[in-house]
């Protein structure tokens, strides 16, 4: 199984361009979140989703938006980039609630210039 | 406001001694808890998962406990080694779903 797959590994946005950074996982998992890591920081939210077609804001929301039409993909949508927005940004997936691993992709560097 | 909080933020320990790393919550009602490890510039490998039923977790030289009353969790290293030098995360499933990240120790084994 390939798990959850980022794409792309690395990308440079002017101000103001947009860009989709794209998660896919083969586990038929139910949930998917996404996060961003700033240099020396932990993990933030951005937006997670329990389920196709069910999506909800996390801690950073901010300049992002997702969709989740079916249960392999999670796009994360960035409008408007902004230097702020330069990080690290993780995807996950687990089965669900309680009992359940969540496993992570390769991440997305990402640098707003 | 639900958070999950490792102390210390660094800790350098010399070769072969035994560790604890400790990760705090502050609501009880949680699904699991999960810690990672982090190698620098790379993505998150998943060490332990601890069930909300679970009072530990073991694999290997790693040894994870769970007391939920407290919202407390260790992850106990014994005999370290160089290569356990990497960033440990701690992070919780509540019951909104949500699965909160801690903002790490970063852990050094001294030679």
């Known amino acids: 199984n390939a798990g959850v797959t980022q794409t792309p590994k690395f990308r440079i946005l002017k101000i103001g361009q947009s860009m989709t950074l794209q998660c896919t996982q083969d586990m038929n998992h139910n949930y998917m979140y996404w996060y961003r890591q700033d240099p020396g920081m932990g993990l933030k939210l951005i937006y997670y989703s329990v389920g196709a077609g069910i999506t909800d804001k996390g801690e950073v929301p901010n300049g992002y938006n997702v969709s989740r039409s079916t249960t392999e993909d999670f796009p994360l949508r960035l409008e408007l980039a902004a230097p702020s927005q330069t990080s690290v940004y993780f995807c996950?997936?687990?089965?669900?609630?309680?009992?359940?691993?969540?496993?992570f992709g390769q991440g997305t560097r990402l640098t707003v210039v | 406001k639900q958070e999950v909080t490792q102390i210390p933020a660094a800790l350098s320990v010399p070769e072969g001694e035994n560790l604890v790393l400790n990760c705090s919550f502050t609501?009880?009602?949680?699904?699991?808890l999960q810690w990672f490890r982090q190698d620098p510039g790379k993505g998150l490998t998943s060490l332990l998962l601890i069930q909300s039923s679970q009072r530990e977790q073991t694999s290997g030289r790693l040894n994870a406990s769970l007391d939920k009353s407290s919202g407390r969790s260790t992850l106990y290293i014994a005999a370290s080694q160089p290569g356990d030098s990497a960033t440990y995360l701690c992070?919780?499933?509540?019951?909104?779903?949500?699965?909160?990240f801690g903002t790490g120790t970063r852990l050094t084994i001294i030679p």
């Open positions: 996950a997936s687990s089965a669900g609630r309680g009992n359940t691993e969540a496993f």
């Open positions: 609501d009880s009602a949680i699904y699991n």
């Open positions: 992070a919780v499933v509540f019951g909104n779903e949500k699965l909160t």
